[in-house]
């Protein structure tokens, strides 16, 4: 089947108390649809810690042809073999993540609201931009706040794609899709699913594909 123009992006939630058992809703929420890559954020976590979610949990993305960004961290990035890193702008350069990591690395970049940071994140050398918080979410407290403009803006001045993430759920999702987002990236819509993860993705899919 030929990919969507706009694909999920899903990230773990903060605490994977139970990792064995994630490790199985996980594969089942990827079994159930289109899902582009998956970014391991363990929020305040040990680094053995998050090293040991890495090891459960990159195989059965890569598996499933669904890349593995590591949250903040180019070091465990590296020593944990994700394909790649996503830093917020206190997290470290681009250009040393891409010296560490390599050419092949996706190297993705938080730009809240903000074109400039945009630009400059693609000068760095961002594989994407990532745009938020476009909704209240309650997975983290935010302080900057997108408005869908900005992807619209952005995908018709650059190639390189765009992520908004923040708040994004089935019901809201359409104006960014429709606004050029080439990802969308979620926490609650999936994890959080009254039917669990693998409605999730099927309802994030479906979404998508009707906006
Ligand atoms: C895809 C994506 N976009 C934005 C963020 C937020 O990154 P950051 O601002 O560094 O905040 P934390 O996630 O580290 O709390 C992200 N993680 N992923
Ligand atoms: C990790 C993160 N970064 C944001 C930003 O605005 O940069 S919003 C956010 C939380 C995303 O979780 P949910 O899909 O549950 O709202
Ligand atoms: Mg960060």
Known sequence: MPEPDCRLYLITPPALPDLPGFAEDLARALDAGDVAA?????????????????????????????????????D???????????????????????????????????????????M???????????????????????????EPEILEWWSEMFEIPCVAIGGITAANCPPLVQAGADFLAVVGAVWNHPEGPAAGVRAMNAAIASA
């Not at 459960?56 to 590591?70: F, S």
């Not at 400059?120 to 997108?146: L, R």
Request: charged share 20%.
């Open 38 to 74: 998956l970014q391991l954020r363990l929020k305040g976590a040990p680094d053995d810690v998050v090293l040991r979610a890495a090891a459960a949990l990159i195989p059965v993305a890569q598996a499933r042809g669904v890349v593995v960004l590591m949250n903040d961290r180019m």
């Open 76 to 118: 465990l990035a590296k020593k944990a073999g994700c394909d790649g890193v996503h830093l917020g702008q206190g997290d470290g350069d681009p250009v040393a993540a891409r010296k560490l990591l390599g050419a092949e690395a996706m190297i993705g970049v938080t730009c809240h609201a903000s074109r400039h940071l945009a």
């Open 120 to 146: 400059e994140a693609g000068e760095a050398g961002a594989d994407y931009v990532a745009f938020g918080a476009f909704f209240p979410t309650g997975t983290k407290e935010t302080v900057h706040q997108a």
